[in-house]
């Protein structure tokens, strides 16, 4: 009798927006999912609970494991443990205005682990694919577009992190003809996304408002200017990546350019609101030094990897915006949920 054995993936991160979208991607696909979750006093599982089965369970394909990605002891273990076909390295301190406060704790999270994954797959000498999730903020002070050949001059310690990461996925895979790729992901965004990143207060801060909780939203610089996508084609992305013929370094991004302001805009007009009413500048959420304007040139992703954003900057205000007033107790327009009926036939991701 002849059976398949399903693909083996380990997932740094795999509690967070893009972890938790991956997850269950890679469960659509037949994947046996594992993830690496921090030990804490209270449960940090809520973007994964909707997926998760009793490992005990026969029908449990995802697993998790207590570990931390700053202890080269626990990573080696459960390398070891698992025996993954993939890795996708998503977990760090991924805060960029946070990365300013707490730059050695960044660096080392941040920066260090991947060296711990890369040093442990070598070792193993299992032939483990691995995804490195790169950043935009790498360009920092370049000028836009940036694609795979723009030089880097990161403004930010979380920037420096990832750019040390960076390198040592170059390195490991010329020195060691590892399988080790660079996602270069711009800014992509859902109804998951951290409450505390611009794009995620903007939409619960709006919501609030609607719902008489909160009177202002208190902003830092709004004319920085970003390229913003919807999280769940970013996923299917990294997946593309690994099952490419050869391994390397792929930007990814819609091509578009918009400020904070405009998504300020977008999402006040969307609810029907006056932002100008409500929104005030705190200087406490500038950064020391700012990224000025982020454009991806990601023609190579489209033409290796078949990969086109369907989701842009209009749409993906409207996903946001309806996701947190239903959130918070509102009807929305529903705009946004028509986007994602019309432009995703096949809808392998769940409740959000």
């Known amino acids: 009798m002849w059976w398949s054995i ?3 993936a380990l997932i740094t991160g795999i509690t967070g927006q893009d972890g938790s979208y991956l997850a269950e991607l890679l469960l659509s696909k037949g994947y046996e999912v594992h993830g690496i979750i921090r030990r804490a006093s209270t449960f940090n599982t809520s973007r994964i609970d909707h997926i998760y089965v009793d490992p005990h369970d026969p029908a449990a394909r995802m ?3 207590y570990g931390d990605i700053s202890d080269s002891e626990q990573i080696n273990g459960i390398i070891y443990n698992v025996k993954p076909d993939e890795i996708y390295h998503l977990g760090a301190q991924s805060h960029v205005r946070v990365s300013f406060d707490i730059p050695e704790y960044t660096g080392n999270a941040t920066g260090l682990s ?3 994954l890369l040093e442990a797959i070598r070792r193993s000498g299992n032939g483990i694919k691995y995804y490195q999730a790169s950043s935009s903020e790498m360009f920092g002070a370049s000028p836009p577009p940036q694609s795979e050949a723009t030089p880097f001059r990161p403004r930010s310690p979380y920037a420096c992190a990832k ?3 960076y390198w040592m996925v170059a390195n490991y ?6 399988f080790a790729s660079n996602g270069i992901l711009f800014n992509h965004e859902s109804p998951r996304r951290g409450e505390t990143f611009v794009t995620r207060k903007v939409t619960r801060g ?3 408002i609607l719902a008489k909780k909160d009177q202002y939203l208190y902003m830092g610089n709004l004319d920085a200017k970003r ?3 919807f999280a769940p084609e970013y996923v299917e992305c990294m997946w593309k990546i690994l099952q ?3 391994p390397g370094d792929f930007v990814i991004g819609t091509g578009e350019s918009h400020s904070v302001r405009e998504f300020v805009e977008k999402a006040f007009s969307y609810a029907g609101l006056d932002w100008s009413e409500h929104v005030r500048i705190d200087p406490k959420y500038f950064r020391p030094t700012e990224v000025e304007d982020l454009i991806a040139d990601a023609s190579r992703s489209k033409r290796v990897l078949g990969w086109e954003p369907r989701v842009k900057f209009d749409d993906l205000v409207k996903i946001m915006m309806d996701a947190d007033m239903r959130a918070s107790g509102l009807e929305p327009a529903g705009e946004g949920d028509r986007i994602i009926e019309k432009k995703f036939e096949n809808k392998w991701w769940g409740c959000d």
């Open 63 to 65: 697993f998790l494991h």
């Open 163 to 165: 750019l040390y990461a």
């Open 114 to 116: 991947a060296t711990r």
């Open 206 to 208: 709006i919501s609030k």
């Open 227 to 229: 390229d913003w996508g």
């Open 173 to 178: 895979r010329e020195g060691y003809n590892m």
């Open 6 to 8: 399903p693909k083996k």
């Open 244 to 246: 490419n013929d050869l």
